[in-house]
């Protein structure tokens, strides 16, 4: 017989909570269904790869979609546990988890709605965030565009590392803040390989396809201060020679990326 995929049923960081806390459970739910949680990004990175031509692109965004279906078990594991819940894998028999249950039980102290949701929805997480909005397909983004999909993938890791660290600090709880120091550190191990990723292909997508001109590297007039600011930025990093296509109201402007932009001095 041949296996469609080998799923080994071991968390990729072990979760092990120090007593119940459903309002850390309830806070959890934010990376478990929301904007910036991990199902977010399993199904954002999903979708993209679909209408990625660039092969090692297509199999980086696989890749890290498989990463964070285990940050999903992860995440969802310890919300049964703050829940003071004990569940057997592979069985549906569910019992107050002796360790933690002597704090109370886990219905008795939900203290918000959220808390509640998640105990009378199975014990389990929800496909909600902190707050009970439910999950939306409105929180995936992907345009077809290779370089904006990769460019929203790093920004996605940071605001969800950036999640993880406000967690850590709100969160009283050894055990657990282990597990989400690793997931806030593996969001910005993904941030910087999509942020490879971009500088690899920067060249392709819209960008190459519209055939963009020098012009639309040359921001707007906007107002004085940014003006004056600008003006002081040319003075300081000098560039290239000026493209004649371009006249004399704009000077070169080297910036960390290497390529030469032009900006107004009025």
Known sequence: MVKLFKHEDVLLFPVEVSGSDP???AMLQEQFGGANGELKALLQYLVQSFGTPDP???????????EEAS???IVGT?????????????NASVNLKPSLAATGHSLKEAPSLVHKMVNLGGVGPLVVDSSGAPFTGNFINSTGDIVSNLMSDVAAELRAGRVYHQLRRSINDPGLN????FLEE???THSTMFAEAVERVKDEGIVSDQGYTVVAQRPPALSEPFDQ?????????PGA????AIGPDAVPVQLATGDDHLLPLS
């Open 56 to 66: 090692l692109t297509r199999q980086l965004l696989l890749n890290i979609a498989v």
């Open 229 to 237: 600011l600008l003006a002081a930025m040319a003075k300081k990093l």
């Open 78 to 90: 310890a919300i049964v546990q703050l829940m003071a819940m004990d569940v057997t894998p592979y």
């Open 186 to 188: 593996r969001e910005a």
């Open 178 to 181: 282990r597990a989400l120091e």
């Open 71 to 73: 940050h999903l078990e």
């Open 23 to 25: 309002s850390a459970a």
């Open 241 to 244: 020679p000026l493209d004649e």
